[in-house]
């Protein structure tokens, strides 16, 4: 009986810990990130976005990237999000890249009690930074 109850508990505790885990939209409209597990950690890939090509009908690429190397890269595909650990109910210790600015800052994310995907995105310490809601993609 009791190693019943320690397998459903863990898979309680596995159920919430991946509760991140699938696509959500960004607070503007523009883009679906698809986040998912690889082993212990959570990262998130660009899979659509509303303008996918730029004004010349060519794929919209990382042009702000402080690596020249990268500035060819589509951003349709990119991980921008990486190294997410799961703590106590959020998921900490991650970075975020935005390819609007082709800056990458420190993040942390939490599921709220209406089911939106808290995102505060700082550089240094938690309070000088930005936050930002997401939606899961029904």
């Not at 509760?19 to 597990?37: C, L, R, S």
């Not at 703590?87 to 082709?102: C, E, F, M, R, V």
């Amino acid at each position: 009986m009791l190693l019943l109850i320690t397998a459903i508990s863990f898979t309680g505790f596995a159920q919430k810990k991946d509760a991140i885990v699938g696509t959500w939209v960004n607070a503007t409209g523009e883009a679906h990130v698809n986040i998912y597990k690889k082993g212990e950690k959570y990262f998130g890939k660009i899979d659509w976005l509303k303008a996918p090509k730029d004004e010349k009908g060519k794929p919209k690429t990382d042009y702000k990237n402080p690596d020249e190397s990268l500035r060819s890269r589509p951003i349709l595909g990119m991980e921008m999000l990486k190294d997410f650990v799961y703590d106590d109910g959020k998921w900490t210790d991650g970075k975020i890249y935005d390819p609007k600015s082709g800056k990458t800052y420190s993040c942390n994310m939490n599921i709220k009690d209406n089911g939106q995907l808290n995102m505060r995105g700082y550089i240094g310490i938690s309070l000088i930074g930005r936050s930002e809601t997401w939606k899961r993609v029904k």
